[in-house]
């Protein structure tokens, strides 16, 4: 009996199995399209624009056309997909081949923070995909820089970098000013000409130049400049640092006041000058220089002042001395006082007389003529 069953299970397990072996269960189990990319979970920021590298791969014996779509994008996200660089509707692949397609989605900048999940679909295939926004999108403007500190005199002109972010969905036309003290001047630029204002896309940045010009007479301390950037729906601000070390002031004059004196052809006239330190800062160094009419000449004693403390004053004497040919008249001698900060001039009127023996001279020329004439008029005037 036994051996009548055995033959009989035999041929209803085989015929079980090739029925199975025929049935559509095992065409599902064998995908014709797949879809890959190996970066299916990412990481982003609000604003952020995501590329992906998709392969469509055919596993099927003959062509396919893959009609890829993009189903459940959160709200206001955006997506564009390309092979070849063209918009993509339809993709025809050949067997056991694979085609790249680019997938580039567009995260808004007002997005809660949290996990999103959408998918790609080629017909039966399907491509999960996850998005992590590791913050809060917001409404906002930035305005930043690397360097928001710098030191020098107030004769010095500084220079900052500011970086304007536009972190909104609209392009936002910025008014930009500074809050600055009395006295002080700030101009903007931006790609190399002065501007009062700049256009900024949306999520774009702007460079900015900044440059802060101080009075030219100030304490020596540090001051804060706020710079705001504004427009009709957000703002910026940045809030600048200059540290003044100390002004540069020098004037030169005489202990009078008077800048004019007098002197004789071929000598020498001694002036009294006065340097005087005006600023809040140190002066070093202090050369002292000319310029005279050709063949005068001019000395100081001393020719240099190596330190002079903010409110102190140096004397010092100036030898002009006068071309020996040069004939009575006016002339301009200008002295100079000068440091690497600052310099100071004073501008002498310079008084020309002729030596007393030259009138004399001139006298006797004349009266000499005058009587050769009379000889010769009453010599010849009877004939």
Known sequence: MERFFMPLRTWLANSILFAFALSPLTAL???????????????????????????????????????????????????????????????????DEKRAVTLKVNVPLKVKKGVYRFSVVAGSAVLPLKVTVEEEGTFRSELTTQRPNMEGNSNSTFTFTADLRNVTADEQLYALRSNAERG????FKADGRQVSSV???????????????????????????????????????????VVIKGSYAMELTTPTGLLSTGITAG??????????????????????????????????????IDRLEPGEQAQVFATISADEKAIAGDYV?????KTPEVSSKATFRVSVKTPILYGWLGILVIGGALGGVYTLFRKYGRR
């Open 29 to 95: 189990s064998a995908p014709d399209l797949i879809l890959y990319t190996p970066y299916k979970g990412i990481s982003v920021s609000p604003g952020q624009s995501i590329d992906y590298n998709i392969d469509v791969i055919n596993k099927a014996s003959g062509v396919r056309d893959a009609t890829l779509v993009v189903r459940g994008l959160p709200k206001d996200w955006t997506y564009e997909l390309k092979s070849g660089g063209w918009v993509l509707e339809t993709l025809s692949v050949l067997p």
């Open 184 to 187: 002080w001047n700030v101009s």
């Open 199 to 241: 256009k900024v896309g949306p999520n774009q940045r702007q460079s900015i130049t900044i440059e802060v010009d101080p009075p030219d007479v100030i304490e020596a301390k540090s001051y804060k400049i706020p710079i705001i950037a504004s427009s009709s729906s957000t703002s910026a601000e940045l809030e600048l640092e």
């Open 267 to 304: 000598k020498t006239r001694r002036v009294e000058l006065t340097v005087i330190n005006k600023g809040s800062a140190p002066l070093t160094n202090v050369k002292l220089n000319h310029s005279a009419p050709i063949n005068w000449d001019v000395t100081f004693e001393p020719a240099s």
């Open 333 to 337: 001698v200008t002295m100079e006082s």
